[in-house]
Every structure is written in C-alpha cells, then in structure tokens.
Nanobody, 122 residues
C-alpha cells in the first residue's frame, strides 16, 4: 500500500490542523494505520493508531485529548484532527500501515509514506 500524508502547514499556538493520509489500492481496509512525528534532533514519536475497521483507536499520552484519529474506508483515507496545538507539536508527521495490529512496534516493519511538515508559531 502506498501512503501520502498531507495537510500540514503553519499554525499559531492554540490553533488546529487536520492531517490526511491518502492511500492507494483496494486493500486499504485490511491495514491498521498509525500516525507518527519526528522533530529535528529527536526520535520518531508514536502518536495514534486506528484499527482496520476504525472501531478502536489508541493515543499517546502526549496527544490524548487534543488529537483525534479517524478513517473513512470508502475514501481510502485516514485523518488526524489536531487541536490546541503547541510549539512542541512542530515536526514532520508521517502515517504508516501494517496488517498485524495497532501497537507501535507493528508499524516499524510496515509501510510508510512521505511526511508533512507542521509548524506551530508561539
């Protein structure tokens, strides 16, 4: 499966952005999807994941309550609604896919797309 993240940009502290992860292929519904981010000089950070059916989502503590992940299997798309953004949320955001589970480590050997840059001004 091919993935492409989009929707990044510049936003003020406290603002919102919605990221999208578009995919190709009819097998999209077979994949669990995750969102990650990486800031300069930092390790890649797991943010959230959603199960194949969309019935289960998991979030990292750093974004719980602020970020919401959803998917639309009819459109082969996944979304990450980001609210109350902080300067420390600035990073390149990536989506990833795997067919095994929503745990972070399951995505390490999965499919990854190009990232989208999010910048938060203070």
């Amino acid at each position: 499966v091919q993935l492409q993240a989009s929707g990044g940009g510049l936003v003020e502290t406290g603002g919102s952005l919605r990221l999208s992860c578009a995919t190709s292929g009819d097998a999209f519904r077979l994949y669990n999807i995750g969102w990650f981010r990486q800031a300069p000089g930092k390790e890649r950070e797991f943010l959230a994941a959603i199960s194949r059916s969309g019935s289960r989502t998991v979030y990292a503590d750093s974004v719980k309550g602020r970020f919401t992940m959803s998917r639309d299997n009819a459109k082969n798309a996944v979304y990450l609604q980001m609210n109350s953004l902080k300067p420390e949320d600035a990073a390149v955001y990536y989506c990833a896919a795997n067919r095994i589970g929503t745990e972070r480590q399951r995505f390490e050997s999965g499919f990854w797309g190009q990232g989208t840059q999010v910048t938060v001004s203070s």
